[in-house]
């Protein structure tokens, strides 16, 4: 039955992962017909990170008061019905009302499991389910692509999406039973007593939440700015004819995949700790590739290995969070962690835009180092608190 629960996480992952790329997919087909600016996928986008940044908030509270597998049964649905008013929207309004669900749907689902699984899994499956992630993240383009090839509407696009998902939802409502409950906290007696939730402002009193909140906010920015300017780098930089650069660019979210399933045997041997500073080393390695003045290969060969040392970093973080701060506390922190990660994503992405386009392009690089500074000083005080804490409690 453990083996069986397992496999349905790994679903669920890939599930996550389906709607993340699809508006940007599908917005060249999209924009035309609703009859807006081409700018307009961001509004969509920005009302979709809203709702996750407001539900991985909430997603302590929602998890204590049902369970994680009902929290990601009904997340699951909300997302299947959001992405099915996607396939029947006509109107750009109507795409920013069902962007409401959309959004709710995905942060609590995401705390909750990612949380589920560093109580209760080994590193290298939290590695593993996050490939899992890159994996449906990959397919989900796939098929809004093969829909709009065969010249059918992106609406049918988005209304496959919603019948996996709606697959997914009956398949987690019929193994309710196989997940666990939340674990006690226990107190001076060793008695078990149930943890209460905790509020944002409380649980940044904790020693080292702070540090680890701006891990989050920096790997997510690092992680979303290369993938969204690497293409435009290549092109406007190193001279890669436009189509060339877009295929080149994916090979960095092909590094993160491919590294995330080499980092699930890392894990066997390495604990969390190293492997997240691999992780910077290896993103270090890449940013100085691309100081390089040399060919667009070696740019390329940059790109990769910052995918590569992208792949720990996130899930590895993760699985510390119950060691680091106790398990009775993780839920609440984890959910804040994925808030403080899609407030870098939808943050630091669109400022680099505003450097690129009053300045240069080619201040990429510096950008991307300057984040992965304060990422690095930010898991090494982590570290330190972390270890006076265990230390005092000895």
Known sequence: MFSLLLAIIYLSFISLGLPDSLLGSAWPSMYPQLDV??????????????????????????????????????????????LFGFSVSQAFWQLCLWAIPYGLGAGSVDASLNNYVALYYESRHMSWLHCMWGVGAATGPYIMGYVISHGRSWNEGYRWIALIQAVLTAILFFTLPLWKQRPRATDASGSDVEAKALSVKEALKISGVKNVLFCFFCYCALEQTTGLWASSYLNLCKGVPAETAASFASMFFIGITIGRALNGFAAIKFNDRQLVRVGQILIACGI??????????????????????????????????????????????????????????SLMPPL?????????????????SAILLVMALMHEKLISKVSRKSQASC
Do not use: E, N, W
Not at 49 to 61: A, C, K, N
Not at 328 to 340: C, F, L, P, T, V
Not at 352 to 368: E, K, N
């Open 37 to 82: 600016p081409v700018s307009y996928s961001g509004i969509v986008f920005m009302i979709i990170s809203l709702g996750t940044i407001v539900s991985s908030l909430q997603s302590d509270r929602l998890t204590r008061r049902m369970s994680t597998g009902k929290v990601t049964l009904i997340s699951v649905a909300m997302t299947a019905v959001a």
């Open 352 to 368: 680099f835009g505003l450097l690129a386009q009053h300045i240069s392009i080619t201040l990429l690089p510096f950008y991307l």
């Open 288 to 345: 100085a590739v691309m100081f390089l003045p040399l060919g667009a290969s070696i740019s390329l060969a940059g790109f990769v290995l910052i995918g590569l040392g992208c792949a720990p970093i996130y899930p590895c973080l993760i699985h510390a969070t119950p060691g680091y701060f106790g398990a009775d506390k993780s839920q609440a922190i984890i959910g804040i962690q994925m808030a403080s990660a899609y407030m870098g994503t």
